[in-house]
């Protein structure tokens, strides 16, 4: 019943921004880490970033200095915002939440960055 429903993503020029977001619902439990994944065609989906629920942040070493999470737990909401943005970026963005012992992932949305 828990859902994750990410949205922001689209086609951008190298150099561009994007925000993604992600909302929560049907969690009747506190929403703990939310995290941000990417996956590539023909690669594995891997870690971009991640904010626990106390706030502790970790980025991948190919995001860094570029990209910013951030979370806002009054509206169950997980964001990143993605700037100067490189066609390696390009990759379907998910969404995963942690509520109690469980994780959900969202449905994803496409990132298409151009040179």
């Known amino acids: 019943q828990v859902q994750l429903v990410e949205s922001g993503g689209g086609l951008v020029q190298a150099g561009g921004s994007l925000r993604l977001s992600c909302v929560v619902s049907g969690s009747t439990l506190r929403i703990g880490a939310i995290g941000w994944y990417r996956q590539a065609p023909g690669n594995l989906r891997e870690l971009v970033s991640e904010?626990?629920?106390?706030?502790?942040?970790n980025y991948a070493d190919s995001v860094k200095g570029r990209f910013t999470i951030s979370r806002d737990d009054d509206k169950n909401m997980g964001y990143l915002q993605m700037n100067n943005l490189k066609p390696e970026d390009t990759a379907v963005y998910y969404c995963?939440?942690?509520?109690?012992?469980?994780?959900?992932w969202g449905q994803g949305t496409q990132v298409t960055v151009s040179s």
């Open positions: 904010i626990t629920s106390g706030g502790s942040i």
């Open positions: 995963k939440a942690h509520t109690g012992w469980r994780y959900y």
